[in-house]
């Protein structure tokens, strides 16, 4: 079946450390986005890649980064400059709608980072 | 920024009722998405709206691209359990067909 992986699905780290959160697609989807979700304030987007080898910041990405070398791969790096890293991150991928041009976005499952 | 405004933000429901939430914007939208999220999951796709005065149905959800433009409807009939969780409003941001800005998300809990 295609779709999103993403892993590990329960993260835990200490201070000071970077974690490197996984994202597979099996969708042939040229696009793919991390978002970061906190309680009640909805999904905000950290960085995003329309294609290989090149991605662009999103609204939140202080303390992230990214890199897109294969098209089903869009690995994301909490780094400790990151200095409220506890969240659940969600990976996606998009195709268009044909009709109107937008993108619709097929999430993974998230991954849950904890900094102790 | 374009920004969605969700309300409710949370709704308690009993099985069987009907729910009603919608999104508004102050920006105009050609397509409006409808995601729900289940505890501890990634958001699922409900319904894609992408022409003004759209009703489109799935089920129990119905859901409208309001004639404005700015707003758009999710009502569910006849709620079950699984209903539960956060359902979110999606547009794509202004300029770009490929970012998507998002609602903060209205909580639904059904109470059997």
């Known amino acids: 079946d295609g779709g999103i992986t993403q892993s590990p699905k329960y993260l835990f780290r200490k201070e000071g450390q970077n974690v490197t959160l996984s994202c597979e697609q099996n969708?042939?989807?040229?696009?793919m986005y991390w978002y970061r979700q906190d309680p009640g304030q909805g999904l905000r987007l950290i960085y995003y890649?329309?294609?290989?080898?090149?991605?662009q910041k999103g609204d939140i990405a202080e303390g992230y980064s990214v890199s897109r070398e294969k098209k089903e791969s869009f690995p994301l790096t909490v780094t400790s400059a990151q200095k409220n890293p506890t969240a659940f991150y969600l990976c996606?991928?998009?195709?268009?709608?044909?009709?109107?041009?937008?993108?619709?976005?097929?999430f993974g499952a998230g991954s849950r980072l904890t900094v102790l | 920024g374009q920004q969605l405004n969700q309300s409710p933000q949370s709704m308690f429901i009993q099985e069987g009722e009907d729910v009603s939430m919608n999104c508004t914007s102050s920006?105009?939208?050609?397509?409006w998405l409808w995601y729900k999220q289940d505890p501890g999951e990634g958001p699922v796709l409900l319904i894609a709206?992408?022409?003004?005065?759209e009703l489109t149905s799935n089920g129990r959800l119905t859901a409208q691209f309001g004639i404005t433009r700015k707003d758009s409807f999710l009502n569910i009939s006849a709620s079950i359990p699984s209903d539960v969780g956060i359902y979110f409003c999606?547009?794509?941001?202004?300029?770009?067909?490929?970012?998507?800005?998002f609602g903060k998300g209205t909580l639904l809990t059904v109470n059997p």
């Open positions: 996606a991928s998009s195709s268009r709608l044909a009709s109107s041009g937008a993108n619709v976005l097929t």
């Open positions: 969708l042939n989807h040229d696009a």
């Open positions: 890649s329309q294609i290989v080898n090149d991605f």
């Open positions: 920006s105009i939208f050609n397509t």
């Open positions: 709206l992408y022409k003004a005065g």
């Open positions: 999606a547009g794509p941001m202004r300029g770009s067909n490929y970012k998507l800005t």
